[in-house]
DNA sequence: TCTGGGGTCCTAGGACCC
DNA sequence: TCTGGGGTCCTAGGACCC
């Protein structure tokens, strides 16, 4: 453990948590035969791998054929993913215990403010020790926290302290600890802009920071170059957000190397729609964009979205409009005959009781029952009908049946949970 | 190395309105 | 009336995050 002096932290009260390697830890907490072995979670792919894995190499978003070429013994488990979500919560709740000013950003992650605990609780850096104790003791997990002044700092500082840490910035050595580092571990910079800077020379965050502003600007679009510069002075100061509201909601699933076909189609994004309809209709939201995205064999990916008069959150609406602009996507590719993907999701999400207000107003003059739901429903698809047949032609969308296929290859909460 | 799922934000061009 | 400028919305694609 790395720490600077305490008595230097000044205001150093945002804490950032990240339980480490976290489903791959609680495999090794479920099943004592995992522990102290390279395994890794996941089936093709590895969603997440344990510290004796990553030491061969071995990290998340890896094939599993990749995974057991740099690791031969490697274990691979499917997932206990009710767990995850349940231990999740009770790390976060361990933390509501220090601050309700608590920002959770994943299922294993969260920022605290702890400014308004100290007095009552200690340190900032006492409140980390005691959240790690007790994060390992009640759960059995590993937790490791950044103290900074700020959320992106407090980030980066969790990622240093990795694995099983804790690290403090004091807020008079910001820059003095964050400049040496190199620039991918900044919030924002993945493989593209990492390739990037290099081109500029650029690979620590201190280099970063004193590349001029316009070459940035030029180089990564005005909004990251502003924002980077900014993250690389550490004078990017985001308060603490409880409560921020979902803007999307989406679906997907992979179909490996699948021959298009109307039945393939139908069935994959009927049951996209309704995923994506019931968890909106769970949140009472409902949207006025509906976006389908095709993905072809060789990995090229297109979208079509189409924006409508009334925000829907029902299946079969969805899952007509989907459709249909999956059609249209095929149709501008006709050398396409297999696709690897389908995706189908809703934004520019408003709920649902303020919506129903309005509906009636328009239903008047459509000669549909006002008020009920069956008459709400068929007012909006036909016009989302309408609106898909003026932009894409007439013979882009029909009413097919809209009976819904609730075979599930896939359990749906594999799903809902991912981390890297 | 091309293999999962669910999100956010940004950019650029075009339509449309005043 | 083809001559200016500005704002907003929509669409498609891309980078990034966990």
């Known amino acids: 453990m790395f720490e ?3 008595c230097m932290a000044d205001r150093a009260t945002i804490l950032h948590a990240d339980l480490d390697a976290f489903y791959a830890s609680v495999e090794q907490l479920l099943d004592p035969g995992l522990r102290n072995t390279p395994m890794a979670v996941g089936s093709g792919v590895v969603l997440a791998a344990s510290y004796e894995a990553k030491a061969f190499g071995v990290s998340g978003g890896m094939s599993t054929r990749r995974a057991k070429e740099l690791c031969p013994h490697l274990k691979m488990v499917g997932g206990h993913f009710s767990e995850y979500q349940r231990l999740g919560d009770a790390a976060i709740d361990i933390m ?8 959770r950003i994943s299922i294993d992650e969260a ?23 007790r994060v390992k003791d009640e759960l059995g997990l590993p937790v490791s926290v950044g103290i900074a002044r700020t959320k992106h700092l407090a980030k980066i500082a969790s990622q240093v302290a990795k694995p099983d840490g804790l690290l403090l910035v004091p807020a008079d050595r910001e820059l003095e600890f964050l400049h040496p580092l190199p620039a991918e571990l900044m919030w924002g910079v993945g493989p593209v802009t990492k390739a990037r800077l290099a081109e500029m020379g650029i ?4 280099e970063l920071a004193e590349a001029p502003g316009r070459s940035l600007e030029r180089l990564l679009g005005a909004a990251i ?5 900014a993250l690389a002075w550490n004078s990017d100061p985001r308060a603490i957000e409880q409560h921020h ?15 298009v076909s109307d039945e393939l189609i139908e069935r994959t994004i009927r049951h996209l729609a309704d995923r994506v ?3 909106l209709r769970a949140k009472s939201k409902a949207g006025h964009t509906v976006t389908a995205r095709v993905r072809f064999a060789d990995l090229r990916s297109v979208t079509r979205s189409v924006t409508l008069p009334a925000a829907v959150s029902v299946t079969p609406i969805i899952a007509e409009v989907a459709e249909s602009l999956v059609r249209s996507a095929l149709h501008d590719h006709p050398d396409v005959h297999e696709v690897s993907l389908l995706a189908v999701g809703v934004s520019g999400l408003a709920m649902e009781s303020a919506l129903q207000l309005e509906l009636p107003l328009h239903l008047e003059g459509e000669r549909i029952r006002p008020g009920t739901e069956a008459g709400s429903s068929r007012w909006v698809l036909d ?3 309408d609106e898909v047949r003026e932009k894409f032609g007439k013979r882009s969308i029909g009413y097919a049946s809209v009976v819904l296929d609730e075979s599930r290859a896939v359990p749906d909460e594999f799903r809902e949970l991912a981390e890297h």
């Open 4 to 6: 600077y002096p305490a």
């Open 96 to 103: 509501k215990d220090f601050t309700p000013l608590v920002e």
């Open 111 to 133: 920022f605290l403010d702890v400014a308004g605990s100290i007095h009552l609780l200690g340190s900032p850096t006492d409140i980390a020790i005691t959240i790690r104790r």
């Open 203 to 206: 690979r620590t965050i201190g």
């Open 225 to 229: 170059g502003t924002k980077l510069g």
């Open 245 to 259: 509201s979902v803007s999307s909601v989406s679906a997907q699933s992979a179909l490996g190397r699948s021959p």
């Open 277 to 279: 309809a019931s968890r």
């Open 383 to 385: 016009k989302a009908v």
